[in-house]
């Protein structure tokens, strides 16, 4: 049965009507059919409607006095138009034009929005074409989305203005709905028949989405322009780039995302998706535009897109597609779906005019709204608090550790000198906590388990124990310890105590970076580091990854178990800091003379504070746990970003979750166009689980019932697997003063390195959070010994060259050089500077030469 979406009729109505105008004739309209006279002839698309075109194959058109010439038909396209037929010679009044390939994949697409018949002025049996006709009308074509095949655009919850791919322009408030209930006053409203689908045709189901008020503070704002897909139309249009940040402010700038409640602008940049030409050379039809921002969106905000003045590879002006210009031009329709929008976006461009950004010359305006505070956190508060009040703490943020001790036991002590200690040990320690109150579904929190809903769409913030079973409700999970030789020097020094968070799905016993490395980071603070598994993002969770990836909608079991990890890393901080926890038990007492004439006495030190320092995967989710953490104030995150829908494409880890035949997830949702799209959707979950979805309250404006926080950001130069371009969007977005000079001259990618950013002026510096870069050295850098990658050729290479600027990761070595991943943690730069920050008396410079500041250095660099 064949459907017309209203929608679609509506914009045929408005393209007909434009296309006169645009003549500057009267042409007569007569059963739907648009007539035009021309000198030496007129011709009339009979067909209008997509599907039964491409069901026949074929075109009909009506011609009159054009004997002996040929015609065909066009399709008309945002950036021009495309043949659609071959040229047939006029032979009667009514024809039939076969479709070629060509026009067949253009009738399958959404490109196509109207038909123009073409009589062809030809030399001696066409053979030498003369002039084409000039004057022809366009008919407008009925388009049925769900004829338009491999780009995701079945049904009618599809947003017209980007026809490529449904749900593209996003984020957008087009696929959300008005609901006063949620603190943003709108709701996500994605439909299933308008999600992407994975090989076997299964869409990700958008039930948890749907109960997000808004969308990511991190979004990237993903669109397919015609014209614009090629880095020569990029740059002929003059877009924002990495390069020159600061050109977001220009008064001419082409791409413009605005606060709609303060009018400001909103620092971003701009790129061309870069992977379906790295997967497919010479492939620019599925690029997409991406917009992302060098400072996070603000929470409960609505902001406004304008795209304008485009120009393509040739250097000529792209015009806007048909579905915006019926608004930006002012055209009427009869049709109540597109009439029903032109309040808002009359409203819409009204307050882009009111900032200077004028109606003419838009290509397309959109907009979408920020999910709020609560939509963000608020599930990971409410099992947080629900949390330390089974303890029988209700005031976490009381600068006093109320309520019990976690329960606990220890499996395994290993004292110094045993063999199998790493350097610098006196002691290793192994155990479990118990009863931790477990908040998904599965009533244990393995692996699987996703969270129980209230009506209203928040979490059911209440154990989820099962009938006449006393064991479920809670969860055990596994933690190691290390405690460092300058624990006890003939007597006893008291630690601090430090948690830490391991790296890609790894696992607690990483903690031994904390301490095995020389300088060791846990002797020179005496910090005694505890950790255990990141639940939903650990060795544990590989099998859940991998289904995941099968099929998205699972994604959300992965990010409701990471929201149970912050529970279970809350609660071995609070076993570590509380009176009777872990410093009740002999494995934390050392007698120092092993005589037994005086009690032991316990290692930990609850006065000097707890610590957070977490590594790469540590780091990006630690930013989230710092918010969260209600019993420390301060927090390292060394090789640190944030925001996985920018981080994975520009990561070289992301191969094995990406990539992999079969398993990985584009294997699993083919199609290079709709990855930018993918990850977006992805990233509004991942929010509720590593620092995107925080950043803004990781400092000075504290979440609910938690302290503010200090927070060192530590970033290799050049990282292969964690890239600076999110790292240094992460201190904007929380305040981060930067040591300088941040780099040798000429080592960073952007003629204002300091964009957005303020140095730290003096020594020490006790503000709430510092950026500091780690340089490696440049490529031909030897290295220390200790630290070598090979290229191809098998010649060492220690170095690191700047990584590439487009959304790919920096391989191949013999191009990019080392991996700088680890060199901070093992730096004498590195190390000393989270020393100075887990102490109370302000940061202290370890960058500097005989006085003079310098860059910070690692890898044995000691600069040009």
Not at 449 to 470: C, L, M, R, W, Y
Request: glycine share 10%; with cysteine.
């Amino acid at each position: 049965m064949e459907r017309t979406d209203s929608l679609t009729r509506g914009i045929a109505v408005a393209l007909a009507g434009l296309a006169l105008l645009c003549a500057g004739v009267l042409a007569g309209v007569a059963d739907g059919k648009k007539k035009h006279k021309g000198s030496g002839g007129k011709v009339t698309v009979v067909s209008s409607q997509q599907q039964a075109i491409l069901t026949a194959g074929k075109i009909s058109v009506r011609v009159k006095g054009a004997k002996g010439r040929k015609v065909r038909v066009d399709g008309v396209q945002a950036g021009g138009s495309v043949s659609l037929t071959k040229p047939k010679k006029v032979k009667g009044k009514k024809m039939s034009l076969a479709l070629s390939a060509a026009g067949r994949t253009a009738m399958g697409s959404c490109s196509v929005e109207g038909l123009r018949g073409r009589l062809i002025k030809g030399g001696k049996g066409g053979k030498k074409r003369g002039k084409k006709s000039s004057k022809a009308p366009i008919t407008p074509l009925v388009r049925d989305l769900a004829a338009c095949k491999g780009s995701g655009s079945q049904g009618p919850h599809c947003d017209p203005f980007d026809p490529s791919l449904c749900m593209q322009p996003f984020p957008n408030d087009y696929f959300t709905v008005a609901d006063q209930s949620t603190h943003t006053g709108r709701r996500l409203n994605f439909q299933a028949d308008a999600m992407p689908q994975n090989k076997d045709g299964v869409p990700i189901d958008p039930t948890d989405f749907n109960r997000a008020d808004g969308f990511s503070p991190g979004s990237a704002i993903t669109v397919r322009i015609p014209g614009v897909q090629t880095q020569q139309a990029f740059d002929n249009t003059g877009f924002v780039s990495l390069t020159d940040p600061a050109a977001y402010a220009d008064s001419a700038q082409p791409a413009v995302v605005i606060d709609a409640d303060t009018g400001e602008r909103q620092p971003i940049f701009a790129e061309l998706d870069a992977n379906p030409n790295h997967y497919q050379p010479g492939d620019t039809e599925d690029v997409n535009l991406i917009i992302r921002p060098t400072t996070n969106f603000e929470e409960g905000h609505r902001y406004i897109v304008a795209l304008r003045n485009l120009r393509d590879a040739a250097d000529n002006p792209i015009d806007a597609p048909m579905a915006f210009r019926v608004y930006r031009d002012n055209i009427a329709t009869t049709d109540a779906e597109v009439e029903a929008r032109r309040s808002h976006m009359n409203d819409l461009l009204s307050t882009l005019a009111g900032d200077g950004i004028q109606r003419q010359g838009l290509y397309l305006a959109w907009d979408f709204t920020v999910a709020s505070e609560h939509s963000l956190a608020g599930r990971a508060l409410a099992i947080r608090d629900d949390a330390l009040h089974q303890l029988g703490d209700d005031t976490p943020d009381g600068g006093v550790v109320d309520g019990d001790a976690p329960s606990f036991h220890i499996t395994n002590v290993v004292n110094a000198p045993d063999a199998s200690l790493p350097a610098n040990t006196l002691r290793l320690v192994d155990g479990e906590l118990t009863d931790i109150p477990c908040y998904l579904d599965n009533s244990d929190c393995h692996p699987g388990g996703k969270f129980n809903f209230q009506s209203n769409g928040d979490v059911e913030a209440t154990p989820t124990g099962i009938a006449d079973d006393p064991d479920s409700g809670t969860t055990g999970v596994r933690f190691e310890c290390v405690i460092p030789n300058s624990a006890v020097t003939g007597t006893v020094n008291p630690t601090k105590s430090g948690i830490f968070g391991h790296g890609l799905l790894g696992d607690f016993t990483q903690v031994d970076d904390m301490i095995r490395f020389t300088p060791s980071e846990a002797n020179d603070s005496n910090t005694t580091w505890c950790a255990t598994n990141w639940a939903g993002f650990s060795s544990d969770d590989i099998g859940n990854v991998l289904q995941s990836l099968k099929d998205l909608s699972n994604f959300n079991r992965l990010t409701d178990r990471m929201q149970q990890g912050f529970v279970n890393m809350i609660y071995l901080g609070r076993a570590m800091l509380h009176p009777d926890g872990f410093d009740t038990d002999p494995a934390f007492q050392f007698d120092p003379d092993g005589s037994g004439g005086d009690a032991p006495t316990s290692v930990l030190d609850p006065d000097q504070g707890l610590f957070w320092e977490g590594i790469s995967q540590g780091a990006i989710m630690g930013g989230a746990l710092t918010a969260l953490e209600p019993d420390l104030t301060q927090s390292v995150l060394n090789v640190v970003g944030m925001n996985y829908s920018t981080l994975l494409t520009r990561s070289t880890d992301s191969g094995q979750y990406l990539d992999i035949p079969d398993l990985g997830l584009w294997a699993n949702y083919p199609g290079l166009d709709r990855r930018p799209l993918v990850l977006s959707l992805m990233q509004l979950l991942w929010d509720r689980g590593e620092a995107d979805g925080y950043a803004h309250h990781m400092t000075d404006d504290p979440l609910p019932n938690t302290p503010e926080h200090r927070v060192l950001l530590q970033l290799a130069y050049g990282d292969h697997q964690v890239t600076n371009v999110a790292a240094e969007v992460e201190a904007r977005t929380i305040g981060a003063q930067v040591h300088t000079p941040e780099l040798d001259a000429g080592r960073h990618w952007s003629t204002d390195p300091l964009f957005g950013l303020t140095p730290i002026e003096s020594y020490p510096y006790s503000g709430n959070a510092a950026m500091v870069y780690y340089d490696g050295g440049p490529l031909d850098f030897t290295g220390s010994p200790n630290q070598t990658c090979m290229d191809e050729t098998s010649a060492t290479r220690h170095g690191t060259a700047p990584a590439p600027l487009v959304n790919l990761p920096p391989n191949p070595v013999s191009v990019y050089g080392c991996d700088p991943h680890q060199y901070p943690r093992r730096s004498v730069d590195g190390v000393g500077h989270d020393v100075t920050w887990l102490q109370n008396d302000g940061f202290i410079d370890q960058c500097e030469t005989s006085g003079t500041p310098r860059p910070c250095y690692s890898n044995g660099y000691a600069g040009p």
